[in-house]
């Protein structure tokens, strides 16, 4: 049976790289993938991995319809056997259905990656409608840590390496940012509740 998978994790947990290698063993045995992706770091149309792996993706802008993108590349005698969709926790909860849809009514299998919360732990709308329809959740093995060793759970927004809790849901970025640029960290919960990243804990 043809399945929504929402692999999940926080920021740099490996899961465009996952994405990439998935995509990599179906297309050496003849398979034929579709690439989504909407704001990648690296840019429009790419889905790209820590890694340094890139590949070229659709990018799914706002009012972006994938089942009718899916249907008039098979309309038009394309061939589609699997999709990916990478940074799922930027699309629109209607994005999400047409991609429940695809399965379903295409019988193709949709693999979705991206991150569950933001910065403040509140669920990004693409994300909460995955919980709400995959047929399987995904949390991915390789975990990333917080700076106390503990397991990373949560994603902090930072300015020069402190927390901040205020800001637009969606601000692209890296955790690996400039000191006077937004950037992000990743931090178990206790150190997320008590905004302690790596840089104030030092400054302790
Ligand atoms: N220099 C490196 N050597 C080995 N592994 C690395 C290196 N840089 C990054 N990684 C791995 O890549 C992961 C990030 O992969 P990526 O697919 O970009 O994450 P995500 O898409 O979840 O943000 C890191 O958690 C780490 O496991
Ligand atoms: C927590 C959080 C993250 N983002 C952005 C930052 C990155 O561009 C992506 C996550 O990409 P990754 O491959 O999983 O590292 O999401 C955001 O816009 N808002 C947030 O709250």
Same mark, same amino acid.
């Given at each position: ?66 089942? @009718?993108?899916? #249907? *008039? ?6 061939? %589609?056997?699997? &999709?990916?969709? !990478?940074? +799922? ?66 994603? @902090?927004?930072? #300015? *020069? ?6 800001? %637009?849901?969606? &601000?692209?970025? !890296?955790? +690996? ?28």
């Amino acid at each position: 049976m043809p399945e929504l998978v929402f692999f999940s994790g926080t920021m740099d947990c490996g899961k465009s790289t996952l994405a990439l290698q998935i995509e990599h063993n179906r297309s050496a045995r003849g398979l034929q993938g579709m690439i989504f992706t909407r704001d990648d770091r690296a840019g429009e149309g790419k889905l790209s991995s820590r890694l340094g792996l890139v590949t070229e993706a659709v990018e799914a802008a706002d009012g972006f319809d994938f089942y @009718a993108y899916v #249907v *008039a590349h098979l309309s038009a005698g394309g061939r %589609a056997d699997y &999709v990916i969709a !990478d940074e +799922a926790q930027f699309l629109a909860p209607e994005q999400i259905d047409q991609l429940a849809r695809v399965v379903d009514d295409l019988a193709l299998d949709v693999f979705a990656f991206g991150i569950t919360t933001d910065f403040r732990t509140k669920l990004f709308p693409g994300s909460q409608r995955l919980v709400e329809l995959a047929d399987r959740i995904e949390v991915l093995q390789v975990e990333a840590l917080c700076w106390c060793g503990a397991r990373a759970t949560h994603n @902090a927004r930072t #300015v *020069a390496g402190q927390m901040v809790v205020e800001g %637009a849901q969606v &601000v692209v970025g !890296d955790v +690996a940012g400039a000191q006077d640029t937004v950037g992000y960290e990743v931090l178990c919960r206790r150190h997320h509740i008590r905004r302690m990243t790596a840089v104030s804990y030092t400054h302790l």
